[in-house]
């Protein structure tokens, strides 16, 4: 009886084990990858004498607080953090929007040619988006809407952003693991396809909606190559055409210039913790399929 008793005790002790393996592996490559992000931050406040010393110091010694303060001083950050969330709520709730109607359309309605346009759909992320840029331009500045957030905005709308084919299939594919009898009783009822599209599909597909949501998100924060072609006056500059500006105009103040990166940097790691838990549902359910 002694030795069946301890068969438990040592399967747990053997998990622990395994656990502890596990996280010292996970946490050794998980700091080359901090690494950047720690010297970024101990970087802000220090000043520019402290910064390169060697041996290198991860502590500021005095502490530069006033680099944040100053940085928002040479450069107006604020405009630029305006124009980048007026821009991110445009392109996050088109995308959401097009996107979702586009997967609902692919995964919950029965209608001829439907897996060759969803073949053909797929077939765009194949598109190298250096070959849309030219034509793209021209279609823009034909109609006037250089240097305004519209070039920027509006295909985010028609599904045509930056990752949109991608977002398509991710949420076509999380629709299909809902039960398809909820669609039918719905119907029997009376409900309209914008009703279970609205009332049914969209509140259980919330863990993938997030995964959209934060993956535009933060590819439009990082977007620098679109502010860069369609705009040019600097009071609708974005965070990242902002933050280049002024690396090119305050090259030599490093601590300066960490500071600024930081403040961009901070709201990306805020939005994931805050929305960890449905990106990692959202991610397991999307390939359960």
Do not use: H
Not at 203 to 216: G, Q, Y
Not at 262 to 288: D, K, N
């Amino acid at each position: 009886m002694s030795a069946i008793a301890t068969r438990p005790v040592e399967r747990t002790g053997k998990r622990r084990r395994n656990k502890v393996v596990l996280y010292a592996i996970l946490i050794a490559g998980c700091i080359p990858t901090l690494l950047p992000f720690i010297w970024l931050v101990r970087s802000a406040f220090m000043d520019d004498g402290q910064i390169f010393v060697s041996p290198p110091e991860w502590i500021p010694n005095p502490w530069k607080f006033d680099n944040f303060s100053q940085a928002f001083d040479v450069q107006p950050f604020f405009d630029y953090l305006l124009n980048t969330l007026i821009i991110e709520a445009g392109v996050v709730t088109g995308t959401v929007i097009s996107c979702s109607l586009a997967a609902f359309a692919f995964a919950r309605l029965r209608w001829r040619g439907r897996n060759i346009a969803f073949g053909i759909t797929l077939s765009t992320m194949l598109l190298p988006y250096a070959v849309t840029i030219i034509p793209t331009f021209i279609m823009w500045r034909s109609v006037g809407a250089l240097d305004t957030f519209v070039p920027l905005i509006v295909p985010a709308w028609f599904g045509a952003a930056g990752g949109g084919a991608f977002y398509i299939f991710l949420l076509r594919q999380f629709f299909l693991t809902i039960p398809y009898e909820l669609d039918e009783a719905a119907y029997m009822d009376g409900a309209s396809v914008w009703w279970v599209f609205w009332r049914i599909v969209l509140p259980l597909s919330k863990p993938a909606i997030a995964v959209v949501v934060v993956f535009t998100f933060v590819n439009t924060w990082n977007d620098f190559l679109g502010p860069l072609i369609y705009l040019t006056s600097q009071e609708n500059f974005t965070l990242a055409l902002g933050l280049a500006a002024f690396q090119g105009t305050y090259t030599g103040q490093w601590g300066l210039l960490m500071a600024a990166a930081a403040l961009v940097t901070v709201p990306i790691i805020l939005l994931f913790f805050l929305a960890q838990r449905y990106f990692v549902e959202g991610i397991t359910f999307t390939g359960g399929k």
